[in-house]
């Protein structure tokens, strides 16, 4: 696997209304295995973070046709902003011939992910493993 530079990034989640509350967290870390292209994100996914998911997700959709798998293994937090900017990719990747796997073990977020029907979607796998076998099967 073909690391990028490893960038995580605070995201200043503090606001006029409440100067108490801590900043968030968000990490991202891209690179290739094969063909596929592999975003990870840690930390909490939410709107204050959508711009720089966005960013990292596009840049990560532009071979063509675009196969990507986004790893979710150590993201603590998804809120529906958070998983619009991942259900937009998955649409683009589609668009464009391409795909979009998901990568979420068990527990709350993947219970999560089950509530807001995201596992009809996109393909959701338990591990990065699990989807880089599945993406040479398919």
């Known amino acids: 696997m073909n690391a990028m530079p490893v960038s995580p ?3 200043d989640a503090t606001s006029e209304a409440d100067p108490f509350s801590a900043p968030r967290f968000f990490e991202s870390y891209a690179y290739s295995s094969g063909e596929w292209s592999v975003v990870e994100f840690g930390g ?6 959508a711009a720089a998911m966005r960013s ?3 840049n990560a959709l532009r071979p063509s046709p675009p196969k ?4 979710l293994s150590r993201t603590q937090f998804l809120d529906s902003s958070g ?4 259900a937009r990719a998955g649409a683009e990747a589609e668009a464009r011939g391409g795909m979009l796997r998901l ?7 993947r219970d999560r992910l089950k509530v807001i029907n995201a596992v009809s979607a996109l393909p959701v796998l ?6 880089l ?3 040479t099967d398919g």
Do not use: M, N, Q
């Open 9 to 11: 990034t605070p995201v």
């Open 44 to 49: 909490e996914l939410d709107a204050a973070c």
């Open 56 to 58: 990292a997700l596009d």
């Open 68 to 71: 990507l798998i986004v790893d």
């Open 83 to 86: 998983f619009r900017v991942i």
């Open 103 to 109: 990568v979420c073990p068990t527990g709350v977020l």
């Open 126 to 131: 338990g591990d990065l493993y699990s989807a």
């Open 133 to 135: 076998a599945a993406a």
